[in-house]
Nanobody, 121 residues
Framework: QVQLVESGGGLVQAGGSLRLSCVVSRRTFSYAGAWFRQAPGKEREFVAAISWSGGSTYYADSVKGRFTISRHNAKNTVYLQMNSLKPEDTAVYYC???????????????WGQGTQVTVSS
């Protein structure tokens, strides 16, 4: 069974930074990693994704230039560095993993439980 565990969420002032981490419990498969978020009263939305090698990354327009996704396969961890945070970034952030070496833009195979990020103005 594959488990994804997020950490690093919290409360930060606008303009601040946070780094989210996602540890994937099983190492025996190649996966693309991704982050999604869901704000209160809104649908879950894509934030960023990264290929197995880390050579390809994808971002939602709303976070381009502010967020950076990365990974460390030896640690089975995917990261999301969030800079210049805005109140509209407030949401529960979910880590996800999809089988394969590339991000295909389809529903991931595994999800984490989510971590709350709150940005105060």
């Amino acid at each position: 069974q594959v488990q994804l565990v997020e950490s690093g969420g919290g409360l930060v002032q606008a303009g601040g930074s946070l780094r989210l981490s996602c540890v994937v419990s099983r190492r025996t498969f190649s996966y693309a990693g991704a982050w999604f978020r869901q704000a209160p009263g809104k649908e879950r939305e894509f934030v960023a994704a990264i290929s197995w090698s880390g050579g390809s990354t994808y971002y939602a327009d709303s976070v381009k230039g502010r967020f950076t996704i990365s990974r460390h396969n030896a640690k089975n961890t995917v990261y999301l560095q969030m800079n210049s945070l805005k109140p509209e970034d407030t949401a529960v952030y979910y880590c996800a993993a999809a089988y394969g070496t590339t991000w295909r833009g389809v529903d991931p195979d595994y999800w984490g439980q989510g971590t709350q990020v709150t940005v105060s103005s």
